[in-house]
């Protein structure tokens, strides 16, 4: 009997997990992730990129099968799945896989809500399906980073595809052969470049993966065949994309260790590895008061990956703000803010944020840890103000607490669904797991005005 290979061994697992097998503290997490999820899905709607999506996608779109969340549009359910894919991506406030920077719910909970509002599913299921894709696509992205994504791949696109196919074949009760099929169609499909970071595109990458995955769920139900060795052939996904295949990562321990379980979510709206800094230039903030106007300038030590992922000196809109650790420095000195708001076109284009932002420099050590930051600032008395911050808030070792997880989901959505109805969904949401059906979550989430009318 030939040997199951590493597509058709995930497949297997994936088809023929049950909920029971998931440990109750990475449900926990799962269900964390899912609130954290469904708060920047809000926050994130009413988003200029959104609007501009919503405007090109509703010249094509089919029936009216599932809910963008936070909008009253409903369209059918692959592009309801780009929609909150890109929503949910759109103020880079969301989870984040720290092994791989992957963001794993964006594609998976967009492909996996927008079809079970359609289909109908448990609370239950669904949080299984949800555990069962973020596994599969961290575990993915395991076998191929770092070098897949220092050759230019936006990992959570190229890995999210697998997880959102995963999460839909389980909906649809694929069996193994259709989810290895499911998993080959979504490798063949695998893309997103970090050149897009700064623009609209960046969030396409989550919204596309989650559309694609759950499209090579349905195909492979309708028996549409792939590859079985998607991601470990030649010329397969792992390959191709990357010159590092480690497949233990994707099998080894799996069923028993859980990447699932190791979610962060993030406290700032930015790229991740600019987090230390603001931490750290909030507490100087917040330390200083009133003398924060006195700054005569502020030098950052950073890991070199900072700079790389995060070195525009002169952003110019507020997406390529959430890029630009000197913009994310200033703000936080100045306004105690890493928040939505600290990165608007408005706030980047501050005269103030800008005099400040001239004033930091960074530079690379290879001897810093990616999650640390030296701070130094040089008051116009000629004093100086050090910081060192070992580990930001919202890191593994500083997890957000589920009060911490909230207050931010309050704080984004009550700006766009209002705060009774902000309330009420945070509610449910803790609640997912009771829940008959999820569908509700899309009329739950309607914008104040909408639901009035």
Known sequence: MTELGVTQQL????ANLKGGDIPAPVRAEGLRTFVNWLGCAVGGADHETVDRAVAAIKLFSG?????????????????????????????????????TIIHPAGPVASALL????????????????????IEAECRIGNCVYPDHYDRGWHITGTAGVFGAAIAVGRLLKLDEKKMTWALGIAATQASGLREMFGTMCKSLH??????????????????FDSSERGIEAPRGFANVLSTKQDYNEILGGLGTT?????NSYKPFACGIVIHPAIDGCQ?????????????????????????????KKTPKTGLEGKFSVYHAAATALLHDDGSPTAFTDQRVADPEIIALRDRVEATADQNVHEASVAITLRMKDGT?????????????????????????????SALVIGEAATAKLLATAWKLEELPDVAGFGAAAQPAKSAAA
């Open 63 to 99: 029936p009216a099968q599932a809910s963008v969340i936070g909008r009253s549009e409903r369209f059918d359910a692959l592009h309801t799945a780009l929609l909150n894919g890109i929503s949910s991506h759109v103020l880079d406030y969301d989870d984040t896989h720290l092994k």
């Open 384 to 412: 100086t103000i050090e910081r060192w911050v070992e580990r930001a808030i919202g890191s593994i070792e500083r997890p957000l607490s589920n009060d911490e997880i909230d207050v931010k989901f309050s704080r984004q």
């Open 283 to 311: 507490q100087l903030h917040r330390e200083l008061g009133p003398r924060v106007k006195e700054i005569a300038s502020v030098q950052l030590r950073t890991h070199p990956l900072v700079l790389e992922l995060t070195g």
């Open 11 to 14: 497949a297997q697992w994936a």
């Open 258 to 262: 859980w990447e699932a379980g190791l």
């Open 206 to 223: 989550p919204g596309h993966a989650a559309q694609n995955g759950a499209m090579a769920a349905f195909l492979a139900e309708a028996g």
């Open 114 to 133: 927008a079809v079970a509002e359609w289909r109908g599913m448990s609370g239950a299921d669904f949080l299984t399906a949800l555990i069962a894709g």
